[in-house]
């Protein structure tokens, strides 16, 4: 089955099999290797993309549900080069620890910051509740959101 989509930015096309996820879409055919295979379930967000404006699990949508739609991954953040003040920001503030879920904390971070660019804590927690990371206590996750957000560190 032929589908057409935006990804990152550029039109794309690919032959898929129906049953194909998102996520594997992504890794194995596209070979964009950022978004992982946590769950499996949709319980982690280490899969997590954006959608047309959404952070989805890309491990729940079927690759034919994309038809259309524009996808962001975390490859398609960097342009020209430049890191997004967001990826800057987990930087800065020692928020990427092993690095797994940081694809997906991230994306989920700017899909809230795309549609509520100045959010409050309890917003930034809401949007980032389906992300798990087992590596730290999401404060400094959470410090970094608030800074690219433009937030001092502490301030809602």
Do not use: W
């Amino acid at each position: 089955m032929i589908i057409q989509f935006v990804l990152n930015e550029k039109p794309c096309q690919v032959d898929i099999s129906p049953n194909t996820r998102l996520l594997d879409l992504l890794r194995e055919h596209l070979h964009l290797t950022g978004a992982k295979e946590g769950c499996g379930i949709g319980e982690c967000g280490a899969c997590t993309v954006i959608m047309d404006g959404n952070a989805v699990n890309s491990c729940l949508v079927r690759a034919t549900q994309i038809q259309g739609k524009k996808i962001i991954t975390i490859e398609g953040l960097r342009q020209n080069g430049e890191y997004d003040r967001l990826q800057e920001k987990f930087v800065e503030h020692g928020a990427v620890q092993c690095g797994f879920c940081t694809p997906g904390m991230i994306l989920s971070a700017k899909a809230l910051l795309m549609h509520t660019p100045h959010p409050t804590l309890e917003e930034i927690h809401r949007a980032m509740e389906g992300n798990l990371c087992r590596c730290t206590g999401y404060n400094k996750i959470l410090a970094a959101v608030q800074d690219a957000a433009g937030h001092g560190e502490g301030e809602t």
